[in-house]
């Protein structure tokens, strides 16, 4: 065999497998993180005020994402977290 | 507070177990792909062994290439006000990412076959030439959907970005044809002479290349979108849960 065929064939495969695992074990996180915020905003909102319309896990069963999205969006940018991180309270 | 409706898990669940098949089915077939390309098949009269290279080269330029055709027309949907819809942005951004992975796949693959080849890894060829700018066109999308700004406004740049980036595939597809290449013609079905140049066993072992990469595509972008779809969520989530918390302290203060 030829080295150079190995190594286009390691390239190839070793590239999609490891993109392919990232994105599920990012997905698997993001999934966590997503019930544990949902937890958070359920106690919050519990504890003494009624949740802002749309809130919880009805954003959860819809396929698209509910009003809130493009502030959130907003925040995230204003934050600069990156994607995995839980925003927290907005400056007023 | 409540569960989703049955309906919705239920089609959740089917969704799970579809693409865990697809998942299994990619895996095999390029399992399979593999064994024939570099165990199976014959050396080829003229590239002797090199030519097994070539069982993975192409198949990743058509998946680059159906990957921007798909956020083409996602891009399309949600510039077409009647079928404007989030998921569509969210199709176009998965698609083009696993297009650049593709992309950049093809561009090494191409370049480690051209260096016994052709003696240099790269040559400014119009083809690779166009190829490398189709990678930096859609570095650039992808850059761009990641620029702050309100979610229709930034789903709209990036929309018109993706169309304008695509204005580049038929080019790249048809440099061989316009300019004097260094890169071989079409081989599977060349459109000047309306033959193919692939027989037998490599033939199968190509188009099964093709199909297992799609495969290996469809269940990347589906899961690139699902976590799209989560971190939409979670930055609503996120926001809605800080909100509760002000709210909170509002009334305890």
Not at chain 2, 149 to 156: K, S, T
Not at chain 2, 196 to 206: E, I, P
Not at chain 2, 210 to 220: K, M, P, Q
């Amino acid at each position: 065999m030829n080295g150079y065929v190995e190594a286009g064939y390691v390239v190839v495969l070793g590239t999609l497998g490891t993109y392919g695992v990232t994105l599920v074990a990012r997905e698997r996180s993001a999934r966590r993180r997503v019930g544990a915020g949902s937890n958070k905003a359920r106690n919050a909102a519990g504890s003494g005020t009624s949740a802002p319309a749309g809130s919880g896990t009805s954003a959860r069963a819809g396929t698209s994402v509910p009003q809130g999205d493009a502030s959130a969006r907003e925040h995230r940018a204003v934050e600069e977290e990156g994607p995995g991180s839980a925003p927290r309270a907005m400056s007023p | 507070m409540s569960t989703p409706p049955r309906a919705v898990q239920s089609g959740r669940a089917a969704v799970a177990v579809a693409l865990r098949v697809l998942g299994v089915t990619a895996l095999v077939g390029v399992a399979a792909t593999v064994w024939l390309g570099l165990f199976v098949t014959p050396p080829d009269e003229f590239m002797g062994n090199l030519v097994r290279l070539l069982y993975v080269h192409p198949p990743m330029a058509w998946v680059a290439f159906l990957a921007y055709g798909v956020a083409s027309l996602a891009s399309l949907l949600y510039l077409w006000p009647r079928t404007r819809a989030e998921r569509f942005d969210r199709l176009a951004g998965a698609s083009a990412e696993v297009g650049v992975v593709f992309t950049g796949l093809t561009l090494v693959s191409g370049s480690i076959w051209g260096r016994p080849t052709w003696g240099a890894w790269w040559v400014w060829d119009p083809l690779l030439t166009t190829t490398a700018l189709l990678f930096v066109l859609y570095l650039g999308y992808l850059a761009l959907r990641r620029v702050p700004g309100e979610l229709h406004v930034r789903a709209r740049r990036s929309a018109i970005a993706a169309l304008i980036a695509f204005i580049d595939v038929p080019i790249v597809y048809l440099s061989v044809e316009w300019w004097r290449s260094l890169h071989q013609a079409p081989t599977v079905l060349n459109p000047t002479t309306q033959k193919t140049y692939v027989h037998g066993s490599m033939a199968w072992t190509l188009l099964l290349g093709f199909v297992s990469f799609t495969l290996v595509y469809i269940w990347l972008t589906a899961h690139r979108y699902r976590l799209a779809e989560l971190q939409d969520l979670e930055d609503t989530e996120g926001l809605e849960a800080a909100l509760a918390e002000r709210r909170a302290e509002a009334v305890a203060g």
